[in-house]
């Protein structure tokens, strides 16, 4: 079940809160744990038995690390964070792993057809697999205390406003809200108001645009020229920004309905001046997952070579954890080697050289890794890259540009554009009396949730010339 | 209340606090503070309480349908949730989404939100999800350009589809001539590929090796065919302007009265001059009237609140539906009501017998096998030509029944077909097998 869809408004939703909210307090997390697994439930069935396991071991595992010392601890540690990954390489990266063997076994000769079963990937397995082993590193590294109760955990560790895409959170931040929190009218509205918002980037913006990025990476290669190219490129960097971080507006402002304060997730990534601030603004939580857990113990934050093949280490396991194919693997590597390259010019010149070209040329150094992670394989990625650069021309084009850009995306574009790029932080300077630019900020987020909800509705339209077709 | 929480509150409190202290006097900003906390608090109580109504007259409409709504018309049944249980224990990647579509369909403003937003679409933008607004607003099916498209832009497909069609032909073809009958094909223009001019900038172009036409060519050259040249007929209607009104219809994708009047005599003249005998005169027509269409696909597609029913120009002296006049009558299934596909039918839902006065100068028996396409040319009065007219749809019947149950005595089996979807309607051959 995704939030954006008219059965969690209307009937998940409501239920749970019309329960949650006269809820003594200290039953709330027996509730809202009951809530995560059944919401979880709904849309993978019996994987939940999954998280069920992953929440009781990782409870069991921080207990056990607790009263452990020295290497019983590091070995003890170690073993949980390979407990977690299993599941994760299992479903997840069993067939990339398979082929690469495959490949390997072929180069030398040998031929053993292996097939890995299809299995269905568990929903959210990469961030839940991820929290866990920040949980547990934490308490390894005695930075934050375990809890003592396993509802309480099973909380932190299935909220199912956060279980299926983040943000990752570190236990730490939360800690206290697990325990106890307030419901408050301030609170409910605002989380209210962040939901909304992200329902309509992810209605609005992303799936409108996301048509436009879904029609381009479908033609045929010699149906692909230069500007359609680009303009696949692009509505795909807006659509993966805004289909992302529309989802994690809405998970930290249910997490507010809630009484939890999430952390940010995105903060206008496509005005970074590099790419090293385009990940200080991008999916800030994985990053900072690889920066505290990766990163740093490889010793990449000392100015050192080693620091340079950390990061790209970092990014290519980055890349990874996006998805399991060689162009994901490809796409981490170019992010950290243009990283390297910021690096050693900032340590070698003092400062990452910025100005009016900065903005667009980290947009477009972005879009380029983006195109090729959305391309099926690498030979397509490869060819979508020469187009791109004007090396391949097409050999037939039955869709015009305007056959993508009808007016009613236009105006989409230019929402998308304005929001994007524009330092919204200057729109809370606009207004007048605080009373009346809060009227006026709530009154513009529930014309966006009635707009969301409409547009939800048509999406579902779909009328056929017969009966029988 | 927690540590951290209270650690956050204290600082912003003290962070408030040290600025109103330096801006105004410290009881008038405690009152000001006062005042926009409670007035906050009142805006933020009416915020939820809003949503909170919204969500609610959401559910309860669809719980117990409060307004009522006009439905729309898909033509498609609604999505059903079956086997829920198995498909979640088996991890059945389509659940979520069917579980959605499931409520979807359920939902109780379902109907006027589809059109409100389909409104918002058409007038703010006229352009629609579905289809392409065109000039004089003419309405193209957008889903027919990328059927199209995709069947023509490999080479490969191209020449396996083609293949495929013609070897079909070619069987129906034998089948027939051993029986004694002719084959007619009269493929027809889609409305996309002969109003090329009305349509939009933002519509696709297409193929220049376009499935129909590479079919053409070659259906041309058979000998052994009647091959009905319909694209040619209708531009010489549009050059010659004798049609009073366009030969489509703006909201749907047929031919009208006028499309069928202009190739009409064209099938007539055809098999007149295979036959070597003249061609019976055509109906006149005279005294127009505007006859409202009542369907119209592409309006419907366009799913808005107010009714597109186009007002065509036709000549009062044609009969509808289907009344029996001094020339012939007709012999209807009772499930028959003109234009819509019925569900269930006997093989031919109409015959058509001319009355035996005028026999002698009619051409022989013939069966026309068509879909929706063909319903027109009963309006413009083809049937006049012919001793019978033996009436079967493609999407209630196929082939083989069809050409098993014609009567004796039948000498033309007429094909009227939307070229644009040649494919669709030649796979039924597959069933035409070698004659017994």
Known sequence: MVFSSNIFLFVFLPSFLLLYVPTPRRYKNHLLLLANLLFYALGTGTYVLLLAISVIANYVFARIILQLADRWKTYFFWLSVVFNLSFLVYYKYRAFLLGISDSALHFFGVDIPVTAPELVLPLGISFFTFQAISYLADVYLEQVEPTKSLVDFGTYHSLFPQLLAGPIVRYSEVAAQVVTRNLTWEGAAEGTYRFTLGLGKKLLIANPIGSVSEAIFSLPQAELGFVVAWLGAFSYGLQAYYDFAGYSDMAIGLGRILGFKLPENFNQPFRAQSITEFWRRWHITLFRWFRDYVFIPLGGSRPSVRSYFALVFVFVLCGLWHGPTPNFVIWGAYQGVLM??????????????????????????????FAFIRCSDLSFGWHYLSVMVGISRPEVVYYPIWYYLEADKQFVYAVAIFF??????????????????????????????????????????NPFIYFRF | MSPGVDATYVAEAANTASLSVTAEPPGHAARRSLAGRISDKSISILYVALVACFLAVGIVQTLFPIWQFEPLDERREPTVLDDYLTRLARHDPQLPATLSGWFDDKFGFRAP??????????????????????????????RFFDYEIKNSRSAPVLERNKGLILTHLR???????????????VPIPPKGDFYREYLPISAPRLPERFLPYEVEVTLKNWTNVIYVDAN??????????????????????????????????????????????????WRKFSDYYRWPYPAGSDQRFLGLFGSFTENILVPKNIEFPFADTNLGYWEKDPNFHGFEAMNESSIFEYVYHTRDIYLSDRLPPVVIYGDSF?????????????????????????????????????????????????????YPLFDVGPTP
Do not use: C
């Not at chain 2, 069987?171 to 094909?185: M, S, T």
């Open chain 2, 113 to 142: 939100f589809i059109r409100l937003y389909n409104e918002m679409e058409y007038r703010l933008f006229n352009v629609s999800a579905r289809e392409y607004i065109g000039e004089n607003d003419f309405l193209f099916e957008k």
């Open chain 2, 232 to 281: 040619a007929a209708l531009r010489a209607a549009l050059d010659a302007k004798t049609a009073q009104a366009a030969l489509y219809y703006r909201s749907d994708p047929h031919l009208n009265f006028w499309g069928a009047l202009a190739i009409g005599p064209a099938i007539a003249n055809s098999i007149a001059a295979d036959a070597r005998i003249g061609m019976p005169p």
């Open chain 2, 374 to 426: 063909a319903d027109h040319f009963a309006l413009a009065g083809l049937q006049d030509e012919f001793a019978a007219v033996y009436r079967s749809r493609e999407n209630n019947r196929q082939l083989k029944e069809v050409v098993d149950a014609m009567p004796q005595g039948i000498k033309y089996f007429l094909l009227i077909f939307n070229e644009g979807t040649i494919d669709r309607f030649v």
């Open chain 1, 340 to 369: 390297a390259i910021e690096r050693y010019v900032a340590i070698r010149y003092g400062r990452v050289q910025r100005g009016i070209w900065a903005m667009p040329l980290t947009f477009g150094l972005t879009v380029l890794g």
């Open chain 1, 420 to 461: 994007a790029w524009f330092p919204v932080e200057r729109l809370s300077a606009l207004g007048t009396a605080g009373g009346v630019r809060l009227a006026v900020k709530y009154a513009s987020a529930f014309v966006v949730m009635a707009l969301s909800v409409i547009s939800l509705s048509a999406s579902s339209f």
């Open chain 2, 171 to 185: 069987n129906l073809n034998d089948y027939l001539a051993r029986r004694g009958i002719k084959l007619v094909i």
